[in-house]
């Protein structure tokens, strides 16, 4: 049988060519319909060679962290006697219903009241970028479960968290994961899925270009190292020290820098911002209606545009270049609700 | 050509990618860069095939399976297809300069393979850009562009000797070196 044609090389190349074009033409919904089935087929695998590279660089790793107090140290034996004697309860085998119950006690406490509002997906990062022209991650959950484009993604802490300072007010409450049984103190914001096929996601940095949000800055106070603000009151702006009545929270724009760290718009000097200092969400949006951290302020910089203000440099509380599990929040606050300002 | 094993070759060489690209080396005026393997595979096979077309199908599969990966840049979205066309693009320019070097020569390997990567990341940046109508993007991306092809120049003999070993898997009827009359 003739088809008009014969299929030689150099028309199998002009046919490849063509479609390349098509595809580049046609932009994202066919992209990511191809890529969505590339990544599955790719996904039995690369998750050992993720799993590798994630663990080889958390050992390469060296995040400085913030030192530990006696109190905090004392919290934490306590914390770990506490878990031992759950665990001892557990291994009692007293059945089924402790066991229910704790599960649901434990999970509550996991995520505090912070994530009431929320219902968590986990999902594992499967695939990084290839290479690094941007910043985002596949992860091996889909629409089949539940995942949309546009949802937040969250990190859980282990260990590392448990440095922060006593003191902090909005610190979630200490409790253990449900799914890995490791101990830790909550939440931090490390992205969004920006596209979601059947089975796989794709999952964009806060580090990324792209990712602009309004955060909270929530100023650590030490009682070693008293920190002199301007506020406002009845006589006009005073210097005062800042203490828990007057550490209001600083709301500011931020974005990713597109390298490991994000950035904010210019806030006034007055504030007295240090490094050190903590960004949180907003928690009033309805796709992530609750407050978690974001990261830690590492450098503050005089603006060059505005005198007497200041921008910052953010690192991500999470160490997003060796993420593995991570939970896809799907909000139970309906947008409707959420702009008639209730739940 | 055998294309079944060169298929496997492919997925091989992606997930070596898929790691390498997790473990990037950072500098302050590229920021993270990473080799192109699959560009270090399509330079070999170009070196080695005897017919161009076969060269650059090969360059348009490597290209291709590339596409599918890399889903970020700076830019709202990066199109499947520029990758195929830019390997296969830079593919036809190796095969055209190719007999102006020893071939054998790590040196002469590694100076065409960081000629392929620039030509074909350049194209690949360039392309995404116009399709995303992101220009500010451009110059970031290709400075990286360049940090990531001294990258895979730099690894281009070590990962030739290891391809060499097992050519025949792959080609069956590899090039030779054309002899003045």
């Given at each position: 049988m003739q088809f008009g044609f014969?299929?030689?090389?150099?028309?199998?190349?002009?046919?490849?060519?063509?479609?390349?074009?098509?595809?580049?033409?046609?932009?994202?919904?066919?992209?990511?319909?191809?890529?969505?089935?590339?990544?599955?087929?790719?996904?039995?695998?690369?998750?050992?060679?993720?799993?590798?590279?994630?663990?080889?660089?958390?050992?390469?790793?060296?995040?400085?962290?913030?030192?530990?107090?006696?109190?905090?140290?004392?919290?934490?034996?306590?914390?770990?006697?506490?878990?031992?004697?759950?665990?001892?309860?557990?291994?009692?085998?007293?059945?089924?219903?402790?066991?229910?119950?704790?599960?649901?006690?434990n999970t509550r406490n996991a995520y505090g009241a912070s994530l009431e509002r929320c219902e968590l997906i986990p999902a594992r990062v499967i695939l990084g970028d290839v290479l690094p022209y941007g910043q985002s991650q596949t992860v091996i959950q889909g629409t089949i479960h539940g995942v949309e484009p546009g949802m937040r993604v969250v990190d859980v802490l282990t260990d590392r968290s448990k440095a922060l300072p006593a003191g902090d007010k909005m610190r979630t409450i200490t409790g253990y994961s449900p799914v890995s049984g490791k101990p830790m103190t909550g939440s931090v914001l490390v992205g969004w899925v920006e596209a979601a096929g059947r089975f796989t996601a794709r999952v964009r940095l806060v580090t990324d270009k792209r990712f602009k949000a309004d955060a909270w800055v929530h100023r650590t106070i030490n009682p070693d190292k008293p920190r002199r603000i301007t506020a406002t009151t009845p006589?006009?702006?005073?210097?005062?020290?800042?203490?828990?009545?007057?550490?209001?929270?600083?709301?500011?724009?931020?974005?990713?820098?597109?390298?490991?760290?994000?950035?904010?718009?210019?806030?006034?000097?007055?504030?007295?911002?240090?490094?050190?200092?903590?960004?949180?969400?907003?928690?009033?949006?309805?796709?992530?209606?609750?407050?978690?951290?974001?990261?830690?302020?590492?450098?503050?910089?005089?603006?060059?545009?505005?005198?007497?203000?200041?921008?910052?440099?953010?690192?991500?509380?999470?160490?997003?270049?060796?993420?593995r599990d991570v939970f896809i929040v799907r909000s139970l606050v309906s947008p409707q609700a959420h702009n008639r300002g209730g739940n | 050509m055998r294309w079944i094993p060169f298929l496997i070759l492919i997925y091989v060489g992606i997930l070596v990618q898929v790691a390498v690209g997790a473990i990037p080396v950072r500098f302050a005026i590229t920021g993270d860069i990473a080799p192109d393997i699959p560009a270090i595979i399509a330079v070999f096979f170009v070196l080695s095939l005897r017919d161009p077309r076969d060269a650059m199908m090969v360059a348009w599969s490597l290209g291709l399976a590339m596409d599918l990966m890399i889903c970020g840049m700076d830019i709202a979205h990066t199109a499947v297809g520029p990758m195929a066309i830019s390997y296969t693009l830079a593919a036809s320019v190796i095969f055209r300069v190719r007999e102006a070097f020893f071939r054998e020569r790590a040196l002469a390997r590694a100076l065409l393979v960081l000629l392929f990567c620039l030509i074909a990341h350049s194209v690949w940046v360039t392309l995404q850009t116009v399709l995303g109508f992101a220009w500010s993007a451009w110059w970031p991306s290709i400075v990286r562009a360049i940090g990531n092809s001294l990258y895979a120049a730099m690894l281009a003999p070590l990962i030739c000797i290891g391809l060499q070993q097992c050519g025949g898997w792959f080609i069956a009827a590899p090039a030779r070196r054309l002899r003045r009359r």
């Open positions: 014969s299929l030689s090389k150099k028309n199998t190349l002009v046919v490849m060519l063509a479609a390349a074009i098509i595809t580049s033409v046609l932009g994202s919904w066919v992209s990511d319909m191809l890529r969505m089935p590339a990544v599955c087929a790719l996904a039995p695998v690369s998750d050992y060679v993720n799993a590798s590279t994630a663990a080889f660089k958390l050992a390469m790793v060296n995040r400085e962290e913030p030192s530990m107090s006696s109190a905090e140290a004392a919290r934490l034996r306590r914390e770990v006697q506490q878990w031992k004697s759950i665990a001892w309860a557990r291994s009692r085998g007293e059945v089924y219903w402790w066991d229910k119950y704790r599960k649901v006690q006589d006009g702006p005073t210097e005062v020290v800042l203490n828990r009545s007057n550490n209001r929270l600083i709301k500011v724009k931020i974005s990713g820098d597109g390298k490991r760290g994000m950035l904010t718009d210019a806030i006034p000097k007055a504030h007295n911002v240090l490094p050190g200092d903590w960004l949180w969400t907003i928690g009033q949006s309805a796709k992530l209606p609750v407050r978690l951290r974001i990261g830690k302020v590492v450098e503050v910089t005089q603006s060059v545009k505005i005198p007497n203000f200041v921008t910052m440099k953010i690192v991500p509380a999470a160490e997003l270049s060796a993420l | -």
